[in-house]
């Protein structure tokens, strides 16, 4: 399985390349909706230095930066010697773990739900874990079966049910509890669970006619219980009600790679690209954007994951410039 991980992540670096090319194509005076309207520069610079590292850290590829609800607190996720780390919401360091595990190889996202319990997408092992506050293990999505199994009691290469993922890669919450996976990397579909972790139903195949999708690779859920998927593969972002009802269809000029909602009951949704972070309301309309394409400080890679608290504050995770970042408007 993480032989297939490791043939995702090369594809995953190629779809970087072309957006990059095709950012370059379109111009930055083109409208995400086709109208070609220039889209307005955001004031958003970048913090520098925010993030207090203990000594003599090595940061592997970042994949996950995700905030804590009650507490304030930046938890990021990283494929290195520390995989989790979380700092205060000054960027002073509190803990790392995770050490030594060989469950973060995949590491993909990490996220928080409504109530503050931290989650972690493992694309490479096709789970999803749901810790606790001192970091142990309270429940699981999918499942991995373990190599021993096949002499024994599992069929192998046998057609996997509905509620094992392929290479999973975000999961989001509707206000009665039930989780909804983008999955992902393999399936190309949308899952939906119940509060108990119990299938319920799921949508959308490898196309990309509306409704399908091309690696579905970030997804998030407003207020309303609206799911606003990253459609990445097809440069686009689709719109669900919470049963797969397919409500909109929003064609963006680069790849959407991860989706984030600001908190309060007048809600905007940041998308982080190749090289550029788009700001967008709820219905589809781009209200700006900034950043270059780079890897050195002060500009923005491919942004595997973004956590935005608010309209004027986004955390970044630079996948392939390893690096962590707070941008903030002027």
């Keep these: 399985m993480k032989k297939y991980f490791l043939m995702t992540a090369v594809c995953a670096a190629a779809i970087s390349l072309c957006a990059v090319a ?3 194509a379109q111009g930055e005076g083109e409208n995400a ?3 070609g309207a220039a889209i307005p520069q955001l004031p958003f610079h970048l913090v520098e230095n925010f993030f207090h590292y203990p000594a003599n850290s090595v940061v592997g590829r970042t994949t996950g930066v995700a905030i804590n609800p009650k507490t304030g607190n930046i938890v990021t996720l990283n494929r290195g010697y520390h995989p989790v780390l979380e700092f205060k919401s000054d960027g002073s360091f509190v803990r790392s773990w995770g050490e030594g595990s060989t469950m973060f190889v995949g590491a993909h996202v990490v996220r928080f739900d409504p109530q503050g319990n931290l989650w972690y997408v493992d694309a490479a092992d096709n789970e999803i874990f749901r810790f606790d506050s001192e970091g142990r293990t309270v429940g699981t999505l999918g499942t991995n079966p373990e190599p021993w ?8 290469r046998a057609a996997p049910d509905q509620a094992s993922f392929y290479q999973e890669t975000d999961i989001a919450w509707s206000k009665d509890g039930s989780m909804f996976v983008s999955d992902g990397y393999g399936n190309s579909r949308v899952a939906k669970f119940d509060k ?3 299938f319920v139903q799921d949508w959308g ?4 006619q509306p409704g399908s999708f091309n690696t579905p690779h970030s997804i998030v859920i407003d207020n309303n219980d609206v799911i606003y998927v990253a459609d990445r593969g097809n440069s686009r972002i689709q719109v669900f009600d919470t049963e797969g009802n397919r409500k909109a269809v929003w064609n963006l000029p680069t790849a959407p790679w991860s989706l984030c909602l600001t908190n309060g009951p007048n809600q905007v949704m940041f998308v982080g690209s190749v090289g550029r972070v788009y700001k967008m309301d709820v219905t589809g309309k781009v209200l700006g954007a900034f950043g270059r394409h ?3 400080a002060g500009t923005i890679d491919s942004v595997h994951q973004i956590a935005c608290p608010d309209e004027k504050t986004v955390y970044l995770a630079h996948t392939f410039a390893s690096r962590f970042d707070k941008w903030v408007a002027q």
Aim: aromatic fraction near 4%; charge should be positive.
């Design 22 to 24: 095709l950012m370059k």
């Design 33 to 35: 909706r086709g109208g």
């Design 205 to 208: 195949r490898r196309g990309n």
């Design 294 to 296: 780079g890897r050195m």
């Design 196 to 198: 108990d972790g119990n």
């Design 149 to 156: 199994t096949w002499l024994t009691h599992v069929i192998e």
